[in-house]
């Protein structure tokens, strides 16, 4: 078997994302449709890098990053295929946009759903800090929470 490669997402990874996210939650559970999935990605998000984990041919994994947010970047979608969880494939995902992010920019943000706590125990084992709850920002009832991992101040040496 070949090693994973992170990509950035071409036209022809479309559906195999779209499906990777349908099949997943916290999208599922935030209400996220095969509808929703094709408007975002139809076409390819525009303003963002897109990079998919190819595991032989196969698309393992989505990261998409929005520029420019409160002094840094966003990531403002991360998901991993059900049958590639846990054999890092996520970290080395995150691992990438960091990279790319850190050499443009001090911070990088992300959300991640209060109910989700493996994707919290996933962001904090990367070394991001909760910032703090946005309560009833997607669905009733549950919080948004912000995340944040820096390289330094926005300003300064």
Known sequence: MTDPIVRPMMTEDRAAVMELLADSNPWKRLGYQASDWE???TPLPQSRDSYVVDQAGRIAGIAAVRQKFLLGDYLELLGVAS???GKGLG???LAHVEA???ARAKNLFVCVSD????GRHFYKKQGYQEIG??????????AE?????TSGPARGK
């Open 115 to 118: 109910f989700n706590d493996q």
């Open 133 to 142: 709850p946005m309560p009833n920002f997607l669905i009733p009832g549950s």
């Open 39 to 41: 408007s975002y990605f």
């Open 145 to 149: 929470i912000l995340l944040r991992k």
């Open 91 to 93: 970290g080395r995902l």
């Open 83 to 85: 049958w590639a969880r």
């Open 100 to 102: 790319v992010v850190f």
